[in-house]
């Protein structure tokens, strides 16, 4: 996987004490563990390395504030990773507030906002290893299986879209599942169809980047709704611990442009 070409230690590479990180995530209202998976991605940073000051920050529900970046005062520069999914209205409103919270002092860091996690390509294996390991636990086996990726969607951005089709393809073209379809929450083609358009057995693997509502009950939801008796979810990608490592490498690669 290539989040592995930077390992999470302070051996492999140097620290960046001046540097803080926020993870700016959407968060959630209806299931505050979506806000504590993100909470725990930000404290594995922290101990593994190579930024000691990492924090976080949601535009919706509590656990994190953008204002603890700058706890330390040798923070000169600050990181913005956008902990979603895709380029979009979001990531840019929790971005701007971000930036005003952190001068509003009279601080003057440096501010840099990185590429979104979910379009790192490592995601992409990160939806394999969860379809295949769904699969097996459901006795289902991958080659017969068909592997359906839902995400959020946006009536007014195509940036989900977009993103989450770029995975769909590189994992179609890398083989390994019967067929590997997209499917997504508020716009064509919409998971209720793909589900009723698909035999045989399924995986769901949610690109979401944390469990919020829409990860957890919506897509659980359209799977009821369902008449395949042999679909199996797989849940968010955004629960799984490497998510932090590809965090690591968008920071480092906006240090290092």
């Given at each position: 996987m290539t989040t592995t070409d930077t390992a999470l230690s302070p051996a492999s590479a140097d620290r960046h004490d001046a540097v803080s990180v926020v993870l700016a995530a959407h968060g959630s209202t209806r299931r505050p563990d979506a806000n504590a998976v993100v909470a725990r991605h930000a404290e594995l940073m922290r101990r593994t390395g190579p930024f000691?000051?990492?924090s976080t920050a949601f535009l919706m529900g509590s656990g994190g504030s953008a204002e603890t970046a700058l706890a330390d005062t040798g923070t000169s520069t600050v990181l913005i990773v956008p902990y979603m999914m895709s380029d979009g209205f979001l990531a840019e409103a929790l971005s701007g507030q971000i930036s005003k919270s952190l001068h509003k002092d009279g601080a003057q860091p440096k501010i840099i906002v990185t590429l979104p996690v979910g379009t790192h390509e490592g995601i992409t294996q990160i939806v394999r290893h969860a379809g295949e390991r769904a699969l097996i636990r459901a006795g289902f086996d991958a080659g017969s299986s068909t592997l359906l990726l839902v995400a959020h969607g946006s009536k007014g951005r195509p940036e989900s879209k977009v993103s989450a089709r770029v995975h769909a393809d590189r994992l179609r073209n890398q083989g390994g599942f019967a067929a590997v379809e997209l499917a997504m929450l508020e716009e064509p083609p919409f998971l209720d169809?793909?589900?009723?358009?698909?035999?045989?057995?399924?995986?769901?693997?949610?690109?979401?980047?944390?469990?919020?509502?829409?990860?957890?009950?919506?897509?659980?939801?359209?799977?009821?709704?369902s008449e395949n008796t042999e679909i199996t979810d797989a849940g968010p990608v955004g629960v799984d611990p490497r998510m932090a490592e590809i965090a690591v490498l968008r920071a480092l690669g906006a240090l290092n442009p």
């Amino acid at each position: 996987m290539t989040t592995t070409d930077t390992a999470l230690s302070p051996a492999s590479a140097d620290r960046h004490d001046a540097v803080s990180v926020v993870l700016a995530a959407h968060g959630s209202t209806r299931r505050p563990d979506a806000n504590a998976v993100v909470a725990r991605h930000a404290e594995l940073m922290r101990r593994t390395g190579p930024f000691r000051n990492v924090s976080t920050a949601f535009l919706m529900g509590s656990g994190g504030s953008a204002e603890t970046a700058l706890a330390d005062t040798g923070t000169s520069t600050v990181l913005i990773v956008p902990y979603m999914m895709s380029d979009g209205f979001l990531a840019e409103a929790l971005s701007g507030q971000i930036s005003k919270s952190l001068h509003k002092d009279g601080a003057q860091p440096k501010i840099i906002v990185t590429l979104p996690v979910g379009t790192h390509e490592g995601i992409t294996q990160i939806v394999r290893h969860a379809g295949e390991r769904a699969l097996i636990r459901a006795g289902f086996d991958a080659g017969s299986s068909t592997l359906l990726l839902v995400a959020h969607g946006s009536k007014g951005r195509p940036e989900s879209k977009v993103s989450a089709r770029v995975h769909a393809d590189r994992l179609r073209n890398q083989g390994g599942f019967a067929a590997v379809e997209l499917a997504m929450l508020e716009e064509p083609p919409f998971l209720d169809d793909k589900l009723a358009a698909i035999k045989g057995p399924v995986v769901v693997v949610g690109l979401f980047a944390a469990p919020g509502g829409h990860a957890v009950d919506d897509v659980k939801a359209a799977i009821r709704r369902s008449e395949n008796t042999e679909i199996t979810d797989a849940g968010p990608v955004g629960v799984d611990p490497r998510m932090a490592e590809i965090a690591v490498l968008r920071a480092l690669g906006a240090l290092n442009p």
